[in-house]
Protein backbone atom coordinates (compact mmCIF):
# COMPACT_ATOMS: atom_id res chain seq x y z
CA UNK A 1 0.00 0.00 0.00
CA UNK A 2 1.21 3.42 -0.85
CA UNK A 3 0.89 6.53 1.15
CA UNK A 4 1.41 10.23 0.77
CA UNK A 5 2.01 12.59 4.37
CA UNK A 6 1.19 8.85 5.88
CA UNK A 7 -2.11 8.73 4.52
CA UNK A 8 -3.06 5.45 2.49
CA UNK A 9 -4.60 5.87 -1.16
CA UNK A 10 -8.39 4.79 -1.08
CA UNK A 11 -8.43 4.46 -5.06
CA UNK A 12 -6.03 5.01 -7.72
CA UNK A 13 -5.44 4.42 -11.51
CA UNK A 14 -3.17 5.01 -14.12
CA UNK A 15 -4.08 7.52 -17.20
CA UNK A 16 -1.98 7.92 -19.90
CA UNK A 17 -0.85 11.29 -21.35
CA UNK A 18 -3.31 10.56 -24.20
CA UNK A 19 -6.37 10.10 -22.00
CA UNK A 20 -6.48 6.22 -22.07
CA UNK A 21 -6.69 4.34 -18.91
CA UNK A 22 -3.90 1.89 -18.28
CA UNK A 23 -5.23 0.51 -15.29
CA UNK A 24 -7.10 1.43 -11.81
CA UNK A 25 -8.90 0.28 -8.65
CA UNK A 26 -11.94 -1.34 -8.56
CA UNK A 27 -13.36 1.74 -6.41
CA UNK A 28 -11.80 4.12 -8.82
CA UNK A 29 -14.60 6.38 -10.54
CA UNK A 30 -15.41 6.20 -14.07
CA UNK A 31 -13.62 8.62 -15.75
CA UNK A 32 -15.99 10.94 -18.32
CA UNK A 33 -14.28 11.74 -21.50
CA UNK A 34 -14.71 15.52 -21.17
CA UNK A 35 -12.17 14.54 -17.60
CA UNK A 36 -10.19 12.97 -19.58
CA UNK A 37 -9.46 15.83 -21.88
CA UNK A 38 -8.68 18.23 -18.84
CA UNK A 39 -6.35 15.95 -17.58
CA UNK A 40 -4.63 15.47 -20.66
CA UNK A 41 -4.54 19.42 -20.60
CA UNK A 42 -2.14 19.92 -18.05
CA UNK A 43 0.23 17.98 -19.13
CA UNK A 44 0.13 20.99 -22.25
CA UNK A 45 -1.07 23.80 -19.63
CA UNK A 46 0.91 22.89 -16.02
CA UNK A 47 -1.12 24.06 -13.29
CA UNK A 48 -4.43 24.00 -14.83
CA UNK A 49 -5.69 21.51 -12.21
CA UNK A 50 -3.88 22.83 -9.49
CA UNK A 51 -6.08 25.97 -10.08
CA UNK A 52 -9.31 24.69 -11.70
CA UNK A 53 -9.41 21.78 -9.56
CA UNK A 54 -9.69 17.86 -11.00
CA UNK A 55 -13.25 15.96 -11.17
CA UNK A 56 -13.40 12.31 -11.53
CA UNK A 57 -16.47 10.74 -12.43
CA UNK A 58 -18.32 13.92 -11.85
CA UNK A 59 -16.92 14.41 -7.89
CA UNK A 60 -14.50 17.48 -7.18
CA UNK A 61 -10.87 16.55 -6.28
CA UNK A 62 -8.63 19.27 -4.94
CA UNK A 63 -5.41 18.64 -6.60
CA UNK A 64 -2.81 18.58 -3.61
CA UNK A 65 0.24 17.55 -5.75
CA UNK A 66 1.72 17.35 -9.30
CA UNK A 67 4.49 16.29 -11.03
CA UNK A 68 5.29 17.39 -14.19
CA UNK A 69 4.88 14.76 -16.65
CA UNK A 70 4.82 12.22 -13.64
CA UNK A 71 2.12 12.24 -10.87
CA UNK A 72 -1.03 14.15 -10.11
CA UNK A 73 -2.60 13.75 -6.65
CA UNK A 74 -5.80 14.41 -5.28
CA UNK A 75 -8.28 14.60 -2.31
CA UNK A 76 -12.15 14.32 -2.54
CA UNK A 77 -13.60 17.24 -1.30
Not at 30 to 48: A, C, L, N, S, Y
Not at 49 to 66: A, E, P, R, S
Amino acid sequence: MSSYEDKAYQAAAIIGQDGKVWAQTSNFPQVKVEERIEIMREFDEPGTLTTMGLYLGGTKYVVIGVEPDDVTRAWKM
